[in-house]
């Protein structure tokens, strides 16, 4: 079965960086569009970044355009977030997601806190 398993998760003070990364397994991951998103609290979920399957596009939400990168290694079946020069408004669980058969597939996320 399909399954989503993110790591990398931490408290940062604001300007610091993190990297994410989610492990998949239970499908062919690299014919498969990979995405990022985020929930902080009393917010609605947003969607961060989403990278294809072979990885030759990539896009970002307005927020974090330019700090954030996605990659993906399909050698390893994991998909990645860079995040860089983090803001206070970046904290939220941070989710990765694949649409498969018009299903939505999720892992159990990770909390990034960025605070001084």
């Known amino acids: 079965q399909v399954q989503l398993v993110e790591s990398g998760g931490d408290l940062v003070q604001p300007g610091g960086s993190l990297r994410l990364s989610c492990a998949a397994s239970?499908?062919?991951?690299?014919?498969?569009?990979m995405r990022w998103y985020r929930q902080a609290p009393g917010k609605e979920r947003e969607l961060v970044a989403f990278i294809t399957g072979a990885g030759g596009m990539t896009k970002y939400a307005d927020s974090v355009k330019g700090r954030f990168t996605i990659s993906r290694d399909n050698t390893k079946n994991t998909v990645y977030l860079q995040m860089d020069a983090l803001k206070a408004e970046d904290t939220a669980v941070y989710s990765c997601n694949v649409e498969r058969w018009g299903r939505n597939y999720w892992g159990q996320g990770t909390q990034v806190t960025v605070s001084s």
């Open positions: 239970g499908f062919t991951f690299s014919s498969y569009t």
